[in-house]
């Protein structure tokens, strides 16, 4: 399934923040795989929670569980080498943004943000991409393909910079 729907269940009542009358809400659309890459997007609620945003991942229990209530865009799964899917997540991203005209889009990977990064690129959307908190030693694959589509390439670790020289270090989120 790859249309927008609100999840079945309501999401526990959450007040956070009153939005900042002198700062519009944006419209942020949310990119992540399920698992840890969902949950690292997640930490950020008191940021997101403010604005109008859309999520898209997959249709995992964990992603049906968390975002219960939330507009959502169920991509297709699995990613890795998989060319197929890769192509329908393309055409969903393509599709995604250009209809629903987010102001940014915000990504901690995997393989799914690839495909929406270049639509946001296409289409004029700001892209943030945050590197995941348990790569230290390395580059992740998708960090790799989303930096030089990123306007705001965000670290957890200072080691992180050798890889993403451009990168600003925010601290962990997990």
Known sequence: M???ERSPVPAPESPG???DPANPLL???LVASSGGHLIQLYRLRPWWDRHRRTWVTFRKTD???MLAGEDVVWAYHPTT???PNAIRNLRLAWRSVRRMRPDVIVSSGAGVAFP???AAKLHRVRTVYIEVYDR???STLTGRLCYPLSDLFLLQWEGQQRFYRKGKVIGRLL
Do not use: C, E, K
Request: aromatic share 10%; proline share 10%.
């Open 27 to 29: 419209h942020v659309m």
């Open 2 to 4: 790859s249309a927008i």
């Open 17 to 19: 923040p009153a939005p």
């Open 81 to 83: 080498r998989n060319i």
């Open 116 to 118: 929406f990064f270049v």
């Open 136 to 138: 230290i030693d390395s």
């Open 63 to 65: 992603s049906l569980s």
